[in-house]
């Protein structure tokens, strides 16, 4: 047997990219935590990284060295040798902690059966840090716990400078641990008290409340026996949160009050889903709609032959402890929803949530990593399993606020393809349970319970392995498998491995059936699990099939071919139980019944306190400071705003990206003549077997700043901006369906319930006032942080994601600008809308007050909006419009230089012809107003002279009379805004470039 120890480096310094991004990272430690990095000046701080790999095996010296060649070296940028220490620099070796799944080391494992050598027995990879020497040896500890490293799922050993001895890593050696035992274990508390069923409730964290563990108690009682673990961990993860949506199922009492306390209203509301969510897709009635709130993700029709499923799901807490697995398998988790509806996955959507870039690490609570780490995993996660899958990812968008500084949020969706009428479901009494894709391990145990309650310091250690090891290439060649057994019909029922593992799968799969399964059978990714473990891991890349058994062979020969694993597990029956054994032995025996029906209904309390309404004035005198300062300031506030991380471009992340793989984004992330502006949706044109031109216009739309105002006005405003980022490039917001996800606090704080009842209320309006059904969504709740007895609640937060259906992909427009001399006219209204705007979040406060005193969020008149859209994407499909941008964050101002940038042409704009639909105000508040108000429902469109008269005519035709003429496209490369003959705004097209791609520098 023997021990190698490979280090494989950059050969130069130029192309260790890891070193230079490294570099970058530590430049924004706070200085005083690295006291001897200030005395460093020239040279400039010396930092080397390299891949580390410990190979265990009886291999030749010919066969390292052809392992080290062959597969583990790019001979054009890459250099190996035997790993060893520099005697003038510190060296820090970070490996994962025994049983995390190494994803590059079974990688290895492969590639040396594909090389014939058979010897090697075990891999093991990690990173090496090679740090300046001038660093102490605190400031080498305090970097590598800082950024090298999550002690969630790695550990590391540093090498100080002057030491030379490179010691052993202790590794996990390749001898055979303990395999579990079968002896039943059982929880005795058919006696215990309240406070010791909470306790188990607390140590075990199942996340369940008292009247839930005195339910299981209670019939635990009536079976005359103690619950096994295995049963009690399923009971958790079936009736937890993230599971059971238990506060969406929830009756609450609901009542109105004024800022006095008086109860202006009172509601009982018998379940927020199915009286709001599914009661406005039930009203609608989309004869598109295919599947709704059934099935893993939402389906409908888009061509004859031809369905498209969407799904959306959140990754918020385990992104949170370890930001790399979380996004990478949250990534990995909702394209295997679509997969789980038969689904060929052809697109992925991300919408990421930050804490401030500049937030300082010794600001933070022990326990919550920086936002900057946080981003910097999170979006590496995202392009490594996209990326690697060959899946585009073609829409998003990253938000920061001090909000999210301790519950980051991941939003992670998929728009797959199949043949209509391919998706089936229905398990039949004998079919077999058929696992097939990655191994089990425990990587993933207790996802669903952690993420169903708040997070602290403690949880998250405790919770460590509630992180889940994503492998895209495996998930991969699942998913071709399950393509063509679906083409074949080979099963009767899909469904992922999701949060809950096997528990969740095969439990709501045989809910209406019942199942026998012996969980020896499902291959390990090592030995050593619990039943309970094996039956609850989270492990990624699996997915249940309920399968005919006269079919298992021809599946069994799909598997082989695409390299899959597959294991039968045990057979779907007919006496509603689910029976587990473990070698035999019986380790769980529930009622179906009691398992999905038997959680107590909750009741909870929500309250929400109405404000005093405002008139949306302003005050005609100023102080003539403020007005004179204003006045100098218009240019800077543009460029301000352009600098604002929430409107900054997003390149440098949606670079990381494929968007183009599968070749069939029309509309991508990035638009202009360089590729250089943000789009605002994408379209995509499947590659299709039958003649049709058909596209699909993804979009969404996100506004946390007006919920601290109102979440139904929030919500208004995210359902507004995600159709009118679907109008502007042609969508039809007529053929749309929405997917809606919230991200909220603690549901047991009236308050924070009160909030998303008034968020709820606004879904079913807007989804039945623009006749847009929900198909899907998620709920993700108790995204809270306790530190120093402090709740820490993220600011609630509403993702609404809309999918439209168009007939020719070919017939739609894109953001930058075309030709000098064309027209620019604003469509829709502007009022004095400035409550949570991106100007009030760049000025003073103080000033802001005094500007606007009173003023309110953007209201949505959702029939003149309908009508609006409609009209508008009507007009661009018949050719009428050249190019069309909506106005969001940082209203007209920034939207026009949005489009001026990247179409690299000048414009000018007179803004006087802008009615601000409010008397009395300031002439300097009126044009603050008019550039940068955020209303919803509005457009900035670009039309050729010739377009003129037939647009004009179509949009007043449709009922649409607000439309603005603001001025012209130059070819001057000057951004010029005035007010009649007052100049405002004088800026270069560069500068705004320059701006707008410097706002995270």
Same mark, same amino acid.
């Given at each position: 047997?023997?021990?190698?120890?490979?280090?494989?480096?950059?050969?130069?310094?130029?192309?260790?990219?890891?070193?230079?991004?490294?570099?970058?990272?530590?430049?924004?430690?706070?200085?005083?935590?690295?006291?001897?990095?200030? &005395? #460093?000046? $020239?040279?400039? @701080?010396?930092?080397?990284?390299? /891949?580390? =790999?410990? %190979?265990?095996?009886?291999?030749? *010296?010919?066969?390292?060295?052809?392992?080290?060649?062959?597969?583990?070296?790019?001979?054009?940028?890459?250099?190996?040798?035997?790993?060893?220490?520099?005697?003038?620099?510190?060296?820090?070796?970070?490996?994962?902690?025994?049983?995390?799944?190494?994803?590059?080391?079974?990688?290895?494992?492969?590639?040396?059966?594909?090389?014939?050598?058979?010897?090697?027995?075990?891999?093991?990879?990690?990173?090496?840090?090679?740090?300046?020497?001038?660093?102490?040896?605190?400031?080498?500890? &305090? #970097?590598? $716990?800082?950024? @090298?490293?999550?002690?969630?799922? /790695?550990? =590391?050993? %540093?090498?100080?400078?002057?030491? *030379?001895?490179?010691?052993?890593?202790?590794?996990?050696?390749?001898?055979?641990?303990?395999?579990?035992?079968?002896?039943?274990?059982?929880?005795?508390?058919?006696?215990?008290?309240?406070?010791?069923?909470?306790?188990?409730?607390?140590?075990?964290?199942?996340?369940?409340?008292?009247?839930?563990?005195?339910?299981?108690?209670?019939?635990?009682?009536?079976?005359?026996?103690?619950?096994?673990?295995?049963?009690?961990?399923?009971?958790?993860?079936?009736?937890?949160?993230?599971?059971?949506?238990?506060?969406?199922?929830?009756?609450?009492?609901?009542?109105?009050?004024?800022?006095?306390?008086?109860?202006?209203?009172?509601?009982?509301?018998?379940?927020?889903?199915?009286?709001?969510?599914?009661?406005?897709?039930?009203?609608?009635?989309?004869?598109?709609?295919?599947?709704?709130?059934?099935?893993?993700?939402?389906?409908?029709?888009?061509?004859?032959?031809?369905?498209?499923?969407?799904?959306?799901?959140?990754?918020?807490?385990?992104?949170?402890?370890?930001?790399?697995?979380?996004?990478?398998?949250?990534?990995?988790?909702?394209?295997?929803?679509?997969?789980?509806?038969?689904?060929?996955?052809?697109?992925?959507?991300?919408?990421?949530?930050?804490?401030?870039?500049?937030?300082?690490?010794?600001?933070?609570?022990?326990?919550?990593?920086?936002?900057?780490?946080?981003?910097?995993?999170?979006?590496?996660?995202?392009?490594?399993?996209?990326?690697?899958?060959?899946?585009?990812?073609?829409?998003?968008?990253?938000?920061?606020?001090?909000?999210?500084?301790?519950?980051?949020?991941?939003?992670?969706?998929?728009?797959?393809?199949?043949?209509?009428?391919?998706?089936?479901?229905?398990?039949?009494?004998?079919?077999?349970?058929?696992?097939?894709?990655?191994?089990?391990?425990?990587?993933?145990?207790?996802?669903?319970?952690?993420?169903?309650?708040?997070?602290?310091?403690?949880?998250?250690?405790?919770?460590?392995?509630?992180?889940?090891?994503?492998?895209?290439?495996?998930?991969?060649?699942?998913?071709?498998?399950?393509?063509?057994?679906?083409?074949?019909?080979?099963?009767?029922?899909?469904?992922?491995?999701?949060?809950?593992?096997?528990?969740?799968?095969?439990?709501?799969?045989?809910?209406?059936?019942?199942?026998?399964?012996?969980?020896?059978?499902?291959?390990?990714?090592?030995?050593?699990?619990?039943?309970?473990?094996?039956?609850?891991?989270?492990?990624?890349?699996?997915?249940?099939?309920?399968?005919?058994?006269?079919?298992?062979?021809?599946?069994?020969?799909?598997?082989?071919?695409?390299?899959?694993?597959?294991?039968?597990?045990?057979?779907?029956?007919?006496?509603?139980?689910?029976?587990?054994?473990?070698?035999?032995?019986?380790?769980?025996?529930?009622?179906?019944?009691?398992?999905?029906?038997?959680?107590?209904?909750?009741?909870?309390?929500?309250?929400?306190?109405?404000?005093?309404?405002?008139?949306?004035?302003?005050?005609?005198?100023?102080?003539?400071?403020?007005?004179?300062?204003?006045?100098?300031?218009?240019?800077?506030?543009?460029?301000?705003?352009?600098?604002?991380?929430?409107?900054?471009?997003?390149?440098?992340?949606?670079?990381?990206?494929?968007?183009?793989?599968?070749?069939?984004?029309?509309?991508?992330?990035?638009?202009?003549?360089?590729?250089?502006?943000?789009?605002?949706?994408?379209?995509?044109?499947?590659?299709?077997?039958?003649?049709?031109?058909?596209?699909?216009?993804?979009?969404?739309?996100?506004?946390?700043?007006?919920?601290?105002?109102?979440?139904?006005?929030?919500?208004?405003?995210?359902?507004?901006?995600?159709?009118?980022?679907?109008?502007?490039?042609?969508?039809?917001?007529?053929?749309?369906?929405?997917?809606?996800?919230?991200?909220?606090?603690?549901?047991?704080?009236?308050?924070?319930?009160?909030?998303?009842?008034?968020?709820?209320?606004?879904?079913?309006?807007?989804?039945?006032?623009?006749?847009?059904?929900?198909?899907?969504?998620?709920?993700?709740?108790?995204?809270?942080?306790?530190?120093?007895?402090?709740?820490?609640?993220?600011?609630?937060?509403?993702?609404?994601?809309?999918?439209?259906?168009?007939?020719?992909?070919?017939?739609?427009?894109?953001?930058?600008?075309?030709?000098?001399?064309?027209?620019?006219?604003?469509?829709?209204?502007?009022?004095?809308?400035?409550?949570?705007?991106?100007?009030?979040?760049?000025?003073?406060?103080?000033?802001?007050?005094?500007?606007?005193?009173?003023?309110?969020?953007?209201?949505?008149?959702?029939?003149?909006?309908?009508?609006?859209?409609?009209?508008?994407?009507?007009?661009?499909?018949?050719?009428?419009?050249?190019?069309?941008?909506?106005?969001?964050?940082?209203?007209?101002?920034?939207?026009?230089?949005?489009?001026?940038?990247?179409?690299?042409?000048?414009?000018?704009?007179?803004?006087?012809?802008?009615?601000?639909?409010?008397?009395?105000?300031?002439?300097?508040?009126?044009?603050?107003?008019?550039?940068?108000?955020?209303?919803?429902?509005?457009?900035?469109?670009?039309?050729?002279?010739?377009?003129?008269?037939?647009?004009?005519?179509?949009?007043?035709?449709?009922?649409?009379?607000?439309?603005?003429?603001?001025?012209?496209?130059?070819?001057?490369?000057?951004?010029?805004?005035?007010?009649?003959?007052?100049?405002?705004?004088?800026?270069?097209?560069?500068?705004?470039?320059?701006?707008?791609?410097?706002?995270?520098?």
């Amino acid at each position: 047997m023997t021990f190698n120890k490979i280090e494989i480096r950059a050969a130069t310094e130029r192309h260790d990219v890891h070193a230079r991004q490294l570099a970058r990272e530590i430049s924004h430690l706070p200085i005083q935590a690295l006291p001897s990095l200030a &005395a #460093i000046s $020239q040279p400039a @701080l010396s930092i080397r990284t390299a /891949q580390l =790999y410990l %190979l265990t095996g009886n291999l030749s *010296t010919a066969q390292l060295d052809q392992l080290t060649q062959q597969l583990l070296t790019d001979p054009v940028v890459q250099e190996s040798g035997p790993a060893a220490l520099l005697p003038n620099a510190h060296t820090v070796d970070v490996f994962f902690h025994p049983g995390v799944t190494d994803t590059l080391a079974e990688s290895v494992l492969t590639g040396a059966q594909m090389l014939g050598i058979t010897e090697l027995q075990q891999v093991e990879t990690g990173r090496r840090y090679i740090l300046d020497g001038r660093l102490s040896e605190a400031d080498a500890h &305090a #970097i590598t $716990q800082a950024i @090298l490293y999550n002690p969630v799922i /790695q550990q =590391y050993e %540093l090498h100080p400078a002057h030491v *030379t001895t490179d010691t052993p890593h202790a590794h996990v050696q390749p001898t055979e641990q303990a395999v579990a035992g079968p002896s039943i274990t059982t929880v005795p508390l058919i006696d215990m008290s309240d406070e010791q069923l909470m306790e188990v409730s607390r140590a075990g964290l199942l996340s369940l409340n008292l009247d839930e563990m005195r339910a299981i108690q209670q019939h635990y009682r009536e079976q005359g026996r103690e619950p096994t673990d295995v049963e009690l961990e399923t009971l958790a993860q079936t009736w937890s949160e993230h599971c059971s949506h238990k506060t969406f199922k929830a009756t609450v009492a609901y009542r109105e009050v004024d800022e006095q306390g008086n109860v202006l209203e009172t509601e009982t509301i018998p379940g927020l889903l199915k009286s709001y969510i599914m009661r406005a897709t039930q009203q609608i009635e989309m004869p598109e709609l295919v599947s709704a709130f059934s099935d893993n993700a939402g389906i409908v029709r888009f061509t004859e032959t031809q369905d498209i499923a969407f799904k959306v799901e959140t990754h918020n807490h385990p992104s949170a402890i370890e930001p790399f697995g979380g996004a990478n398998t949250g990534v990995g988790g909702v394209i295997r929803d679509v997969v789980g509806v038969s689904a060929y996955p052809i697109a992925c959507t991300d919408i990421l949530c930050f804490g401030p870039p500049e937030t300082p690490a010794d600001e933070l609570p022990s326990g919550v990593l920086t936002p900057r780490r946080i981003a910097s995993g999170v979006v590496s996660g995202v392009r490594d399993y996209g990326n690697k899958m060959g899946i585009p990812t073609v829409n998003g968008a990253i938000w920061y606020h001090p909000g999210y500084i301790y519950n980051p949020l991941v939003f992670c969706g998929c728009l797959g393809i199949l043949p209509h009428g391919s998706h089936p479901n229905q398990v039949q009494t004998g079919d077999l349970i058929v696992v097939l894709g990655g191994r089990t391990g425990r990587d993933g145990i207790h996802g669903a319970t952690f993420s169903s309650g708040e997070m602290s310091s403690e949880i998250n250690a405790q919770a460590g392995t509630a992180v889940q090891i994503g492998a895209p290439i495996t998930e991969k060649k699942a998913t071709d498998v399950i393509v063509q057994a679906r083409d074949l019909r080979l099963y009767h029922a899909i469904t992922d491995c999701g949060a809950g593992g096997f528990s969740s799968a095969i439990g709501e799969m045989a809910s209406e059936t019942g199942a026998n399964v012996e969980l020896a059978k499902a291959p390990l990714k090592y030995q050593g699990l619990a039943p309970w473990e094996i039956w609850l891991s989270e492990a990624q890349e699996r997915m249940v099939l309920a399968v005919p058994p006269e079919h298992l062979a021809e599946l069994q020969a799909l598997c082989d071919i695409e390299e899959v694993e597959l294991s039968v597990l045990g057979t779907f029956t007919g006496d509603h139980r689910l029976k587990i054994t473990y070698q035999s032995e019986v380790v769980a025996d529930m009622d179906m019944g009691f398992l999905h029906h038997g959680i107590p209904n909750k009741t909870l309390e929500a309250v929400w306190t109405q404000k005093q309404a405002e008139s949306g004035t302003s005050p005609e005198d100023l102080p003539e400071q403020l007005v004179e300062g204003i006045a100098h300031a218009w240019t800077p506030t543009l460029l301000g705003l352009l600098r604002h991380p929430n409107i900054a471009s997003k390149e440098e992340v949606v670079r990381r990206y494929d968007h183009e793989v599968q070749g069939a984004t029309v509309v991508k992330p990035l638009v202009g003549k360089a590729g250089n502006g943000p789009g605002d949706a994408a379209v995509l044109q499947p590659i299709l077997d039958e003649e049709t031109r058909a596209g699909i216009v993804l979009s969404n739309g996100i506004n946390p700043l007006y919920g601290k105002f109102d979440p139904y006005h929030m919500v208004l405003n995210a359902v507004d901006e995600a159709l009118r980022n679907l109008a502007a490039v042609g969508g039809d917001v007529g053929r749309t369906a929405i997917l809606d996800n919230f991200c909220w606090g603690n549901p047991n704080d009236p308050e924070q319930l009160g909030l998303l009842v008034r968020a709820v209320k606004g879904c079913y309006d807007a989804a039945v006032g623009y006749g847009v059904p929900f198909i899907s969504g998620k709920d993700s709740l108790n995204n809270e942080y306790r530190a120093d007895g402090r709740r820490l609640p993220v600011i609630p937060t509403l993702l609404i994601s809309a999918v439209s259906v168009i007939e020719d992909a070919s017939r739609t427009v894109e953001m930058a600008l075309k030709t000098p001399g064309n027209l620019l006219y604003q469509i829709g209204a502007t009022h004095n809308e400035m409550a949570g705007s991106h100007y009030g979040e760049i000025v003073e406060q103080d000033s802001f007050e005094q500007l606007f005193p009173q003023t309110t969020v953007p209201q949505v008149d959702i029939p003149h909006a309908y009508a609006t859209m409609k009209a508008l994407g009507e007009a661009i499909r018949k050719g009428l419009v050249r190019s069309c941008h909506d106005l969001s964050e940082g209203g007209l101002a920034v939207a026009a230089a949005e489009m001026s940038l990247a179409g690299m042409l000048g414009v000018n704009l007179d803004v006087h012809r802008i009615s601000t639909h409010t008397q009395g105000m300031n002439a300097v508040v009126r044009n603050i107003v008019r550039l940068f108000s955020e209303s919803a429902s509005r457009f900035l469109v670009e039309l050729a002279p010739e377009q003129l008269g037939p647009f004009e005519q179509h949009m007043q035709e449709s009922g649409v009379h607000e439309l603005t003429y603001l001025g012209t496209v130059t070819n001057t490369n000057r951004f010029v805004v005035q007010d009649r003959t007052q100049e405002l705004i004088n800026v270069s097209v560069a500068e705004l470039q320059e701006a707008w791609k410097g706002g995270l520098a």
